[in-house]
């Protein structure tokens, strides 16, 4: 499976400031995501982060809020722009190579917002 | 609608035991996969089992096996003498199959499950 280096693994930030996730993977990968998990609650899907073009967002998720990098097939980033208390939340990269394959997940960062 | 559904938000299990965590799915598309998941205290997401909409037999992993009924649209997965390191959120997701959609998994809400001593 496809190791996943996620960072900052944690990060504390101020209301108003923004921030940048960072995810690499070791092998070059068709489909990347972007998750978020709110405090005692599931995964939900952000955006798909798709190569060479613009991210395709999930219903309540918006790029200028999340906008989402994709420059190759081994890297992407996610921010988290003009944060709110609200957005204090793990946020997890994930990737799959085909569609039987099991979505492979990064240790996840998580963010707390003051 | 949910197209995921995890009735049980807390299990509890003796060590050693068997437990059955549910999950019923909701689609149209012929052609899907079920995923189970493991969250741990420390928050990693760890991949347990597949089954495939086509798939003839029950997938199998170890202690792990998915009880798949395709017509009552349920993925239960089965835990087999189960151990304290088992203690965890389990979360069944699906992956739809249809023209147009990616490979994203949708999850359901999840069960934590306590295995005793």
């Known amino acids: 499976s496809a190791v996943i280096s996620q960072k900052p693994s944690r990060d504390i930030c101020q209301r108003g400031t923004s921030l940048t996730i960072q995810c690499q993977v070791d092998s070059q990968v068709t489909m990347m995501f972007w998750y978020r998990q709110q405090p005692g609650q599931s995964l939900t899907l952000i955006a798909t982060?798709?190569?060479?073009?613009?991210?395709?967002?999930e219903s309540g998720f918006v790029i200028d809020k999340f906008p989402i990098s994709r420059p190759n097939l081994t890297f992407s980033t996610l921010t988290v722009s003009n944060m709110s208390p609200e957005d204090s939340s793990i946020y997890l990269c994930?990737?799959?190579?085909?569609?039987?394959?099991?979505?492979?997940f990064g240790n996840g960062t998580r963010l707390t917002v003051t | 609608a949910q197209k995921i559904t995890q009735t049980q938000p807390g299990m509890f299990v003796q060590e050693k035991e068997a437990v059955t965590l549910d999950c019923t799915y909701d689609t149209s598309d012929p052609s899907y996969g079920l995923f189970w998941y493991k969250q741990p205290s420390s928050g990693e997401m760890i991949f347990l089992i597949y089954?495939?909409?086509?798939?003839?037999q029950n997938a199998t992993e170890g202690r792990y096996s998915l009880n798949f009924q395709k017509a009552r649209k349920s993925a239960n997965l089965v835990i087999s003498a189960s151990q304290l390191g088992d203690s965890a959120m389990y979360f069944c997701?699906?992956?739809?199959?249809?023209?147009?959609?990616?490979?994203?998994?949708?999850f359901g809400k999840g069960t934590l499950l306590t295995v005793n001593p």
């Open positions: 089954q495939g909409s086509y798939d003839q």
């Open positions: 994930s990737v799959s190579r085909d569609r039987r394959s099991p979505l492979h």
């Open positions: 997701a699906m992956r739809e199959g249809r023209v147009g959609s990616n490979y994203k998994l949708t």
């Open positions: 982060a798709n190569q060479g073009s613009e991210a395709t967002y």
